[in-house]
C-alpha cells in the first residue's frame, strides 16, 4: 500500500451510493461455506482465472487510489450474500441489490449468486457521481451496477424473478452473525 491514507474499508458510508460487483460469478459451491451449512461436500471448487483476476485486482486498486471507490469487500468466504451483510452492519445504513443484474456465468438459482465463492470478485461502493469514471477505468473488466446503499438500515436483495429474497433489518443481521461466531448476540 503505497499511501495508508487512501486505503478504504469494508463499510458502506452513504446513502444513495452505487454498489457495483466486480468479477464474474460461476457455479463453484464446492468446499463453500453454504455447502458445508447444508451438508453437502460439492466438486466445483472456485478456480483462480489469473488473466480476469489480474485485470480486476489492478483495475479496483487503481479506482481506490483515484478516489472512487469508498468502501470494497472481496467476495470469498461466504460470497455475495455475507459480504453484502457485512458491508451494512459495519456501515449501519442498508442495501438494496438485484441478482438479475449480477455478472454471472451459468448460474440460475438465487442461493448460488448469493453464496458461490469464486474468486477475484468484490463489492465495491463508488460515491454518487463517481460511476461514470468508475466505468471507465473497469473497461475491459467485468464489472455492474448491482444496487445502492439505502438509509433505510436493511438489506433487501431481489431474485432472479424480481421477487425479493431476502428482505432483513441491519440489527438481526448482526445478531446472527454474533451468533455464527460462537459469541451471544447480546455480548458486543
Not at 457495483?20 to 483462480?48: A, D, I, N, Q
Not at 455478472?103 to 438465487?110: G, S, T
Amino acid at each position: 500500500v503505497p499511501d495508508i491514507r487512501i486505503t478504504v474499508s469494508l463499510d458502506v458510508k452513504a446513502p444513495g451510493n452505487s454498489i457495483y460487483l466486480v468479477g464474474k460469478t460461476y457455479h463453484e459451491l464446492g468446499g463453500s461455506e453454504y455447502y458445508r451449512l447444508m451438508g453437502f461436500l460439492g466438486k466445483t471448487v472456485p478456480r483462480v482465472r489469473s488473466v480476469q483476476a489480474r485485470k480486476a485486482f489492478r483495475a479496483v486498486t487503481r479506482a481506490i487510489d483515484l478516489g472512487l471507490v469508498s468502501a470494497c469487500h472481496d467476495l470469498s468466504e461466504g460470497g455475495l450474500a455475507v459480504a453484502a451483510a457485512e458491508m451494512a452492519i459495519s456501515g449501519g445504513y442498508g442495501l438494496e441489490l438485484d441478482l438479475r443484474l449480477v455478472p454471472a456465468e451459468k448460474v440460475r438459482r438465487n442461493d448460488f449468486l448469493l453464496f458461490s465463492e469464486s474468486n477475484s470478485r468484490f463489492l465495491v461502493e463508488v460515491p454518487s457521481g463517481c460511476e461514470q469514471d468508475f466505468e471507465a477505468l473497469m473497461d475491459g473488466v467485468v464489472h455492474a451496477r448491482i444496487g445502492e446503499v439505502t438509509k433505510a438500515s436493511r438489506l433487501c436483495i431481489y431474485g432472479l424473478d424480481g421477487s425479493v429474497v431476502v428482505d432483513a433489518a441491519v440489527g438481526e443481521l448482526l445478531k446472527a452473525w454474533k451468533s455464527f461466531l460462537g459469541g451471544g448476540a447480546d455480548e458486543a
